[in-house]
């Protein structure tokens, strides 16, 4: 995909996507690109044929495993400042997904909504010993 492709492709209300992965012919993983990059791309001087790959490609860009952990992403995620990461398959870089915050986010408020649940079809005290069961 060209530049000048990605430029009008973010600015299309329709598409409010906030990243995107950049993918060789072989669907491996060489880059991410932003939004703001790309409409910072759109300011400047034209761009003479450059595709996101040239302008995009990063070999020290951060990806993680279909079988990693999610504390795995959640970290590299917080490490590297960035709101979203692509899932690789295993022994190359093919992608085969993308974790963004908002994925990790609904997980958590699942995971809180069956703990209160939980809380509320047990009650309060269970696995925690009362007054009277400790005298």
């Not at 992965?21 to 003479?48: T, Y």
């Not at 509320?120 to 010993?129: C, D, N, Y």
Request: proline share 4%; aromatic share 4%; with cysteine.
């Amino acid at each position: 995909m060209s530049v000048d492709q990605a430029v009008a492709f973010f600015l299309d209300d329709a598409r409010r996507h906030k990243s995107c992965p950049i993918v060789d012919a072989e669907r491996n993983v060489v880059g991410m690109v932003s939004r703001a990059d790309v409409l910072g791309w759109h300011n400047e001087p034209a761009h003479d044929g450059a595709t996101l790959y040239d302008m995009g490609s990063d070999a020290d860009l951060a990806v993680v495993h279909a079988g990693d952990l999610l504390g795995q992403a959640v970290d590299l995620m917080v490490e590297r400042d960035v709101g979203r990461i692509p899932v690789v398959a295993p022994h190359s870089r093919r992608l085969v997904g993308l974790v963004a915050r908002k994925d990790i986010l609904r997980i958590r408020a699942v995971r809180n909504a069956q703990e209160n649940d939980r809380a509320a079809f047990f009650g309060p005290a269970v696995g925690r010993q009362t007054e009277a069961q400790a005298d």
